[in-house]
C-alpha cells in the first residue's frame, strides 16, 4: 500500500475530509456540447464568504483542495482565493480550460505553488475541439497556454472527455500530451444536465465502444488484472463501503451548497447557513450516506463484481436509489469482462440496457473499501 | 568562539495538514509525500525561523517527549537536513521567515 493511499485510508476510517472540491462559478466562457452545467450566476458565494469557507475546510483538516467550475478564471479574484487557499497551506489543484492563462497567469500560479492544472483537450485537431467547445480557437489558445505553464515548469494533465464526436481522436491527443510533455487521462464523463435533462447522454460512447476502450492497451494498464472475471466477494468485503463520498471526500457548490460528490446531487447543508463541520459531521444526508455499506446494496451485494466494480453511489441517486445498482457502471463491468452483473441477471439481460447512460469515469476501478 | 546557531523555516512551496496528530507533508515542486511522526510534527509545527534549532529541541522534544537530549539534538539534524533536501524546511544560520502550519 502506498504511503498515499495509507493516509486516504486512515482519514477515511477517521472520517476526516482530507479531499474537497469546490467549483467557484458555474459561469463559462466556452459551451461545451457535453457540459451539464446552467452558466448563469444565481448568486455565487463572495470572495469573503469563499475565503471563510477555506478557513474552515482547513480547521476540518481538508488537505487536497481542487479549484474548478465553470471556468474558474471568471471570477477575477480568483488569484486571491488561491493566495488564501495556500497561505492556508492546502495542497492545491486547479481545472480549467486554460483559454485566460497567459504568461502572467501562468507565472503566478507557479509562485503560489499549485500542485497541478487539469485542463480539457477533447482533440487535436482545432475542427474537432472548437467544434465540441464552441469557441474559435478555442485549442489553439488552449495549447499556447499549455506551453506557458510548462515554461514554468508546472504540472499538466491533459483531460481527454470521450464522446462519440471525438472517439476516434484519443490517440492524436495522447500523442499532443506528449509533445507538451503533459500528463494525460482519460476522462469520458458524460453527466445528465443540472435541470434533469438527458438529452446530453446520446453524446456518451456506446457499449460495444466500451469494449474497445477497455481492450486498448495504451488507454488501459495492466489490462489482464482490469479486465479479469470477477472473484466472489468475501464476508469481510460485504462489510466494505463504497468510494470515499461522504467518507473522507466531499463536493461544495459556487452557492455554499454542499455535496458528498459531484457526481452525488443529495443536498446535505449550505454554508450559508451553517458551519462546514456541523454539515460533515451531522447532517442527516451526510450519515446516511455514511451508513451503507456493501451489505447494504439492494441488488450488487449478491453481485460477483462488488469488489472490482467502480459502482458509484451518486449515480446510483439520480437512478432513483444510492442503495440500488448503477446501470452505467453495470455496462462498464460487463464489458470489462464479459461477465453479466447480478443486476444484468435479474431483469433478464444478456446485454446490458442503458437507462440513464454512461456517467462515470471508465477508466477505473474502485475497490471496496474495507474498515480497519 | 561563540556557537552558531541553526534556524529552520517551512517553505512557501509546500502543502501541509495535520491528521490525527501526524503531519501531511507535499512539495508542489515535486508532489514528493511524506508523513511526519509525533516528534518531527513538533519540530515542523516550531519550525518559525525565529527559534533556534536547539532551543526547539529543547522546549519542544526534550520538555515533552522522554530521550536523551544529545541524541534529540542529533537527530533533529539529521531530520531537518533530510527535509531541506527536499525542499520542505529551509535552513539558514540567520533568522527566516516561514509559512504557518496548520
Sequence with gaps: ?372 | MPETCTYIARSSAIAARALAGEMMVMNSADSTFFTLNEVATAIFQAADGRTPLREIVRDRICGQFDVDPNEAQADAEQFVAALSSHGILKVSNQPLSSEPAR
Design chain 1, 1 to 372: 500500500m502506498s504511503l498515499m493511499t495509507e493516509v486516504g485510508q486512515k482519514a477515511f476510517n477517521l472520517g476526516v475530509p482530507i479531499a474537497v472540491h469546490m467549483d467557484v462559478t458555474y459561469r463559462c466562457n466556452e459551451r461545451c456540447v457535453h457540459c451539464y452545467l446552467d452558466h448563469d450566476d444565481h448568486g455565487e458565494m463572495t470572495t469573503d464568504e469563499i475565503k471563510g469557507v477555506l478557513d474552515q475546510l482547513a480547521e476540518a483538516g481538508v488537505f487536497f483542495l481542487t479549484f474548478s467550475g465553470g471556468e474558474v478564471f471568471m471570477r477575477r479574484d480568483f488569484f486571491e482565493l488561491v493566495e488564501h487557499a495556500r497561505s492556508l497551506m492546502f495542497n492545491v489543484k486547479i481545472k480549467t480550460n486554460a483559454v485566460m492563462i497567459h504568461e502572467e497567469e501562468a507565472r503566478r500560479i507557479r509562485e503560489l505553488g499549485v500542485d497541478t492544472i487539469q485542463i480539457s483537450v477533447y482533440s487535436h485537431r482545432p475542427e474537432v475541439h472548437d467544434a465540441i467547445t464552441k469557441l474559435p480557437h478555442s485549442l489553439e489558445r488552449t495549447v499556447r497556454s499549455i506551453r506557458f505553464l510548462r515554461e514554468q515548469g508546472l504540472r499538466v494533465t491533459i483531460a481527454n472527455v470521450l464522446m462519440t464526436a471525438n472517439y476516434s481522436d484519443h490517440a492524436g491527443v495522447q500523442q499532443l500530451a506528449a509533445e507538451l510533455d503533459a500528463q494525460y487521462t482519460l476522462d469520458p464523463t458524460i453527466t445528465p444536465m443540472m435541470d434533469g435533462d438527458t438529452s446530453v447522454l446520446a453524446l456518451r460512447i456506446p457499449g460495444e465502444e466500451l469494449k474497445q476502450v477497455f481492450s486498448n492497451p495504451a488507454l488501459v494498464e495492466n489490462q489482464e488484472e482490469f479486465c479479469a472475471p470477477p472473484k466472489a466477494p468475501s464476508e469481510e468485503d460485504l462489510e466494505g463501503y463504497s468510494c470515499s463520498a461522504g467518507h473522507s471526500f466531499c463536493y461544495i457548490s459556487p452557492y455554499g451548497d454542499v455535496f458528498p460528490c459531484v457526481q452525488f446531487p443529495l443536498p446535505t447543508g449550505n454554508l450559508r447557513q451553517q458551519k462546514f463541520l456541523d454539515i460533515w459531521n451531522f447532517s442527516p444526508q451526510m450519515q446516511e450516506v455514511r451508513s451503507i455499506q456493501a451489505k447494504h446494496l439492494t441488488v450488487c451485494s449478491s453481485c460477483s463484481h462488488l469488489t472490482s466494480c467502480s459502482r458509484c453511489p451518486g449515480l446510483a441517486y439520480v437512478e432513483g436509489n444510492m442503495r440500488g445498482p448503477s446501470t452505467a457502471d453495470c455496462e462498464k463491468s460487463f464489458y470489462r469482462t464479459g461477465v453479466p452483473t447480478a443486476n444484468m441477471l435479474r431483469l433478464g439481460l444478456s446485454k446490458p440496457q442503458s437507462t440513464t447512460g454512461d456517467t462515470a469515469h471508465l477508466i477505473q476501478i474502485r475497490p471496496i473499501a474495507v474498515p480497519a
